[in-house]
């Protein structure tokens, strides 16, 4: 066993490692939905990592299920994102990971980001590249806010097939054939590259990204972009481990989910070093305090 936690530590990100040095009070999580010896083991800094946690939040959590198969999976954020009222598929432990305050920055993502969308890129002949956009959910509720312009056209840009083909399922459903398509592909490689679009949309992506990997990924997405194109992308910060620490240990304890939270200057410099000019930077929060970087950046002429 003590194999099997160690290369799980191996594989930690330093900000997941240094949340494994906190010591976090699960008392007050209802024991119905984790008993006390889980509470206890998730809660010392010396157990971060443990598969006995591990068996127990993938057996108890669709959300931990999916995430220890596919830490990028957009599959776990179709659970979250509905969760408004009660969704089905949110009980026990997913109502406790879901109801938390980061599941609710999730939900605040998805609305704010989709009415900025909605205001400024979702327009009459304008193009945009969703770079890694899963099962489409910024598309469909940036489209519900606004119905599409005419000559208006969003892409979805996907590696997981299974993402989009729910995605195109929901095509068919609100007939939006004309204007949201799908394509399986790798962002970061030449071959997805077919089309030059007006903006780029890149969302939940970074949010595993260390530094190098981030400007790299925020340099390639200019290959998508016509000259002086534009992108929206939110990154998770630093806040989010800080003030919601027992939903993360929870979700980092599922063998080696790598979250790479970063601090405000660190996002602004990833962008600068991408080669992004950076116009605004927001949050899913009205007070400006929340646990996303969500940032406007045009790309210099
Ligand atoms: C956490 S999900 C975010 C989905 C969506 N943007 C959202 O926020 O609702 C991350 C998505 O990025 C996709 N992805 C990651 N790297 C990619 C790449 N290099 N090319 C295409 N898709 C990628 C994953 O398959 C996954 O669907």
């Given at each position: 066993m003590q194999q099997k936690v160690n290369s799980i530590k191996k594989s930690m990100s330093e900000q997941?490692?240094?949340l494994a040095q906190q010591v976090v009070d699960f008392s007050g999580v209802d024991v119905e939905i984790l008993p006390p010896e889980i509470s206890q083991l998730a809660s010392r800094p010396e157990t971060f990592g443990d598969p006995r946690v591990l068996a127990y939040t993938t057996a108890k959590s669709t959300i931990a299920h999916i995430l220890h198969r596919n830490p990028a999976s957009d599959a776990m954020l179709r659970i979250v994102y509905p969760d408004t009222n009660g969704h089905p598929l949110t009980a026990?432990?997913?109502?406790f990971l879901s109801r938390s305050l980061s599941g609710q920055a999730l939900r605040d993502r998805l609305t704010v980001c989709s009415a900025w969308l909605a205001e400024h890129f979702v327009k009459e002949n304008k193009t945009i590249i969703d770079l890694g956009g899963g099962s489409g959910s910024y598309a469909f509720e940036s489209l519900a806010?606004?119905?599409p312009p005419s000559g208006f056209r969003w892409r979805v840009l996907d590696l997981d097939?299974?993402?989009?083909?729910?995605c195109n399922d929901l095509i068919a459903v609100y007939d939006f054939q004309n204007v949201i398509e799908t394509r399986q592909d790798n962002f970061m490689s030449t071959t997805s590259v077919d089309e030059k679009f007006d903006y780029a949309v890149l969302i939940g992506v970074l949010c595993g990204m260390d530094y190098n990997m981030a400007v790299s990924c925020l340099s390639r997405a200019k290959a998508h972009l016509k000259p002086g194109g534009e992108i929206y992308a939110a990154t998770l910060l630093q806040r989010a481990f800080d003030e919601d620490p027992r939903t993360f240990r929870l979700l980092c304890n599922i063998g080696g989910w790598q979250l790479r939270p970063k601090h405000l200057p660190k996002v602004q410099q990833i962008f600068q070093d991408a080669g992004w000019e950076i116009t605004s930077i927001m949050s899913e929060r009205e007070n400006g305090h929340g646990q996303y970087a969500i940032v406007h950046a045009v790309m210099p002429t």
């Open positions: 997941v490692l240094a026990g432990l997913d109502r806010t606004k119905s097939g299974e993402s989009l083909q729910f």
